[in-house]
């Protein structure tokens, strides 16, 4: 079956960087859109920085010039580079694999900014 590890969280301070990977197994990763999906305590999941099987990217508005999403699929690893991080950038992220049997997440990865 599908499974997505993520890892890279832990506590940092305002402005410092966190690299985040999700490595995935059990699909065909290459064809497979991936997101990062932050969800602070109280709010929803919402999409920060998706890739495409073709490599086009996109991302909120709020992290544009701060994050950069890259993915590897000869080792079937997706990464989320964070810079300038803001304590408002605190929570759990998800990694989340698209593909056609469905949409496939993993257990999250804490992150947390301190001003």
């Known amino acids: 079956q599908v499974q997505l590890v993520e890892s890279g969280g832990g506590l940092v301070q305002a402005g410092g960087s966190l690299r985040l990977s999700c490595a995935a197994s059990?699909?065909?990763?290459?064809?497979?859109?991936m997101g990062w999906y932050p969800q602070a305590p109280g709010k929803q999941r919402e999409l920060v920085a998706g890739?495409?099987?073709?490599?086009?990217?996109n991302y909120a508005d709020f992290v544009k010039g701060r994050f950069t999403i890259s993915r590897d699929n000869a080792k079937n690893t997706l990464y989320l580079q964070m810079s300038s991080l803001k304590p408002e950038d605190t929570a759990v992220y998800y990694c989340?694999?698209?593909?056609?049997?469905?949409?496939?997440w993993g257990q999250g990865t804490q992150v947390t900014v301190s001003s």
């Open positions: 989340r694999e698209t593909s056609a049997t469905g949409d496939y």
């Open positions: 059990g699909s065909i990763f290459s064809i497979n859109a």
């Open positions: 890739i495409r099987s073709g490599g086009s990217r």
